[in-house]
């Protein structure tokens, strides 16, 4: 008679049900971590990093996902203490729209500004708009939206 031999188990072959429910949760907790150092580094790229165009995209994303603590902090000191501005506002009364940066190059305005255009997309056109953006102790900072 031929004996039968068993190969190893599956706990033996593999991580076995706790090691894998332990990588599982270590990989949780540093997609945790990370985001949580992302949140809490987001002013230091902010000041030292970040281009204008940068600034108005974030600026875009925080108003049309309603966080308007967020897109405050992007505009001008004397701004920031006011209801962040729409930026469809100077281009028409739409109901809905969605906006992204159109153009990364700064374009250079009086009084040491710069502007970025950004493009509002809606039902019926996408009209172009300026963020007008000055440099202050914290970044560069969203001063005005205009056509």
């Known amino acids: 008679m031929e004996e039968e031999t068993r190969g190893p188990g599956l ?8 090691g894998c ?12 971590g990370l985001y949580f150092a992302g949140n809490a580094l ?22 049309a996902d309603g966080n308007t603590d ?5 505009l001008c000191a004397d701004r920031s203490s006011r209801k962040p ?16 940066v159109a153009d990364q190059f700064p374009y250079p305005r009086s009084n040491g500004q710069i502007a970025i255009y ?10 172009t708009g300026q963020a007008i ?8 900072r969203i001063c005005e939206f205009t056509q």
């Open 85 to 100: 501005p729409s930026p469809a506002e100077p281009l028409g009364d739409f109901s809905t729209w969605t906006a992204a």
């Open 42 to 63: 987001e002013p230091l790229a902010d000041k030292y990093l970040w281009q204008p165009h940068d600034v108005v995209r974030e600026y875009l994303v925080a108003y």
């Open 11 to 18: 706990a033996s072959r593999g991580c076995g049900w706790i």
């Open 118 to 127: 950004y493009e509002l997309t809606t039902a019926i056109s996408s009209p």
């Open 70 to 74: 967020r897109a405050a902090r992007f």
């Open 21 to 32: 429910l332990l990588i599982i949760g270590i990989l949780i907790a540093l997609g945790a």
């Open 133 to 140: 953006l000055q440099r202050e102790d914290d970044g560069w």
